[in-house]
């Protein structure tokens, strides 16, 4: 079964299990009902999280989600085997580390490597194993591509290898779509 778990959910679950009941506010029907509500994944202001098992465990303050993990924010999608989300003593979520396949895409490129961290509070993502960042037609590699979100700043160590698609290769290009596209 996909679970679909919206971090809100996730701080009314934090909060039944560090205090042994459900938070004042809310009760288990409750709970259950906002996990369940259509709304919260259509909403663009909530991050939203799909995989095939959830494991929580209070005591040290994240979830692991495993197998077809499907995160959707509102400017990027991320897709990993596992994802492990770090929460801070405010309920609030500090950090991801996604493994396994791992794949972010935004609307203007996505990047590929085996191993991602996302530090929240810095914007930052690291990703290692074999990352490769992919813009139009334009890529990069290296041993460790660093990024930063909120600035759109990378940094690429251990070895860089970047291709660039020329203006030549641009208007080849778009000649062979256009023949394409008339069915010549």
Request: aromatic share 6%; glycine share 8%; with cysteine.
């Amino acid at each position: 079964m996909i679970r679909r778990v919206v971090f809100p959910v996730l701080a009314i679950l934090w909060g039944w299990t560090a205090a042994g009941a459900p938070p004042a506010s809310t009760d288990a029907s409750t709970a259950m009902r906002q996990e369940q509500k259509p709304a919260a994944v259509e909403s663009t202001n909530n991050t939203v999280i799909t995989s095939k098992r959830l494991n929580f465990e209070s005591a040290t303050r994240m979830a692991v989600f495993e197998e077809n993990v499907v995160v959707t924010d509102p400017e990027m999608k991320m897709t990993a085997d596992l994802l492990t989300v770090y929460f801070d003593e405010q309920n609030k979520v500090k950090g991801l580390e996604a493994e396994g396949r791992v794949v972010l895409i935004q609307k203007d490129g996505e990047a590929h490597c085996d191993k991602a961290s996302y530090d929240v509070k810095g914007g930052k993502v690291v990703m290692t194993g074999n990352p490769r960042v992919k813009k139009g037609a334009d890529t990069l590699e290296g041993g460790r591509i660093t990024w930063w979100r909120d600035t759109n700043r990378l940094q690429v160590e251990m070895g860089t290898h970047v291709t660039f698609q020329t203006d030549e290769d641009k208007r080849r290009d778009t000649k062979q779509n256009m023949k394409l596209d008339k069915g010549l």
